[in-house]
């Protein structure tokens, strides 16, 4: 990755940020008016071609601002985004309906269902979860039960009006094996890891980006894992701590029904 100036960083972040708060291509007048010190809308529009240039940017339609590419959104993954953590009063209010309800292996269905529903909540994309066999700690992937929910909320999104965009993602939900066996191998402790469209080579997701995590399953050697699916656009700062809480909020709730 080419090495950016402090204003070619600051612009491409903040184009980053714009296009995932709005979905619009940014202008250099919009980037300019954000600028902590003062810029032309001259300057940042030379910057933005050079960006552009170089793989970061691309303009979605001519005479029209632009939007990041692949590149630009891992640089702002990188070096821009700002996590916010999962607030302690939600940490401790969804630990205490997890771990108050779910005291068995024999609520693994039933948790998982739950489970998946709120990370999708939480994250407002596809929230998915896999988990071993509770009985036999299988770890064939024809033995881990994957609870994917939340389509509902990629469905408002004006992207997914285009059944193009969508069709690929559902397909990839239904056929579960091939988006198993991805998860499974991506997932790498409880520290969240995001991919963004082509970089994790999933055909049908191109269009998507996948934030995802591992989970201890309360047996030494076994493990599960969590995953949010969303447009490119997702507000990373959002669910990225999110990933990493409920992940830890996996853990500690498995342990304590296979104790």
């Known amino acids: 990755m080419l ?23 940014v202008s250099s007048r919009t980037v300019a008016c954000a600028s902590p010190s003062p810029v032309s809308s001259a300057t940042v529009r030379h910057e933005m071609g050079a960006l552009e240039e170089t793989g970061y940017l691309v303009q979605a339609h001519h005479s029209s ?18 996590s916010y953590e999962m607030g302690e009063a939600r940490t401790r209010e969804l630990s205490a309906r997890f771990s108050g309800r779910f005291k ?8 998982a269902q739950e489970f998946s529903e709120v990370l999708s909540k939480l994250s407002e994309q596809l929230g998915v979860l896999l988990v071993p066999d509770a009985v036999s700690f299988d770890l064939d992937d024809r033995h881990v039960q994957m609870t994917a929910q939340g389509l509902q909320y990629l469905l408002e999104k004006p992207e997914c009006q285009d059944s193009a965009t969508l069709k690929p993602l559902v397909r990839a939900v239904e056929e579960k094996e091939t988006l198993k066996r991805w998860i499974r191998g991506h997932a790498e402790g409880d520290c969240p890891r995001a991919f963004v469209g082509q970089e994790h080579a999933f055909e049908d997701l191109e269009d998507y980006s996948i934030v995802t995590a591992r989970f201890d399953a309360g047996v030494p050697g076994v493990s599960g894992a969590i995953a949010v699916i969303g447009l490119k656009r997702m507000s990373y700062n959002k669910v ?12 500690t709730t498995f342990q304590g029904m296979y104790k």
């Open 3 to 25: 090495s950016l100036s402090a204003r070619q960083s600051f612009i491409l972040n903040r184009v980053v940020d714009t296009f995932i708060e709005t979905g619009h291509p």
């Open 65 to 82: 601002g632009r939007i990041p590419t692949d590149r630009g959104y891992r640089h702002y993954l990188d070096c821009g985004v700002e």
């Open 104 to 111: 068995s292996l024999d609520d693994t269905v039933l948790f």
């Open 240 to 251: 990225i701590p999110i990933v990493s809480g409920m992940a830890r909020l996996m853990s």
